[in-house]
């Protein structure tokens, strides 16, 4: 370079030379140092180094504005992720307590059904018991009608024969038959008991709303004991005229 052939000039200079000898600086060499040369290549690197700054720098804001986009976009991200989380945990819980409301409901669903199927049951087996005693109380009612029907043929052929009797008993015995007021009531009159009075009447009222027969009412007054052992013969014998003797025989004797 001119500056380092300079330097190597300059170092090899001769002694100085007596007062009467010519100057220094006269006899010194043009040296060039190429400051013009540097001073441009400074400038250049003085561009070179401030467009690296600014790229840099520019470089930096950039990068640093993309950290913080990328940051916000993060923070979007996990903010959006973590309402994602919550959506999704309130559907997890909204769908377990739909879980455990339907598997109640499938529980109270099955519970009903075993109850209505003990009832159908339940109802099946009495309606098979209603059945039978259906059956049975047709049977019974059917051997009844037929006994009815049968003592009503009785009845019809013994008909012809009552009035007859009836007649004799009321002949024979002086006897009036007539109600009493009730269904379950007759009224047994006597007379021809007294010798002084053949119109006097005695009377007594005869019960049979029961299996047994009973005398409600007598007129005159009888010995109770008396009319007990004449109705004790009576239920058993069911000797219907041999009763209304002896009771007449009572009356008889209670008016003399």
């Known amino acids: 370079?001119?500056?380092?052939?300079?330097?190597?000039?300059?170092?090899?200079?001769?002694?100085?030379?007596?007062?009467?000898?010519?100057?220094?600086?006269?006899?010194?060499?043009?040296i060039n140092f190429g400051f013009e040369e540097l001073r441009d290549r400074m400038?250049?690197?003085?561009?070179?180094?401030?467009?690296?700054?600014?790229?840099?720098?520019?470089r930096v804001l950039e990068e640093r504005n993309q950290f913080r986009m990328n940051v916000a976009e993060l923070h979007e991200d996990q903010r959006m992720r973590k309402?994602?989380?919550?959506?999704?945990?309130?559907?997890s819980n909204t769908h377990a307590q739909t879980l455990q409301k339907e598997a109640q409901e499938t529980a109270e669903m099955q519970s009903a059904i075993a109850a209505v199927t003990s009832q159908r049951d339940a109802r099946a087996s009495d309606r098979d018991r209603v059945r039978s005693q259906i059956a049975e109380t047709q049977k019974l009612v059917n051997q009844r009608l037929e006994a009815q029907q049968e003592h009503a043929r009785h009845l019809d052929s013994?008909?012809?024969f009552n009035?007859?009797?009836?007649?004799?008993?009321?002949?024979y015995l002086c006897l009036r038959i007539e109600g009493a007021g009730k269904a379950d009531r007759l009224k047994f009159v006597f007379?021809?008991?007294?010798?002084?009075?053949?119109?006097?009447?005695?009377?007594?009222?005869?019960?049979?709303?029961?299996?047994?027969?009973?005398?409600?009412?007598?007129?005159?007054?009888?010995d109770t004991e008396k009319v007990d052992g004449v109705l004790d013969k009576l239920n058993e014998s069911r000797d219907?005229?041999?009763?209304?003797?002896?009771?007449?025989?009572?009356?008889?004797?209670s008016m003399k």
């Not at 001119?2 to 010194?28: C, H, Y």
């Not at 119109?199 to 007054?221: S, T």
């Open 1 to 30: 370079m001119a500056f380092e052939s300079s330097l190597s000039a300059s170092i090899v200079r001769p002694p100085l030379a007596s007062a009467s000898a010519p100057s220094m600086a006269d006899s010194l060499p043009n």
């Open 163 to 171: 009035m007859p009797e009836l007649d004799f008993w009321q002949d």
């Open 158 to 160: 013994q008909a012809r």
């Open 191 to 222: 007379s021809h008991l007294d010798e002084r009075d053949w119109e006097k009447e005695a009377l007594f009222e005869l019960g049979m709303g029961k299996r047994d027969y009973e005398v409600l009412h007598c007129r005159p007054k009888l």
């Open 43 to 58: 400038t250049k690197f003085t561009v070179r180094f401030d467009d690296f700054i600014e790229k840099g720098r520019k």
């Open 240 to 253: 219907l005229g041999e009763f209304l003797k002896e009771m007449r025989q009572l009356l008889v004797e």
């Open 83 to 91: 309402k994602d989380i919550e959506i999704i945990t309130l559907k």
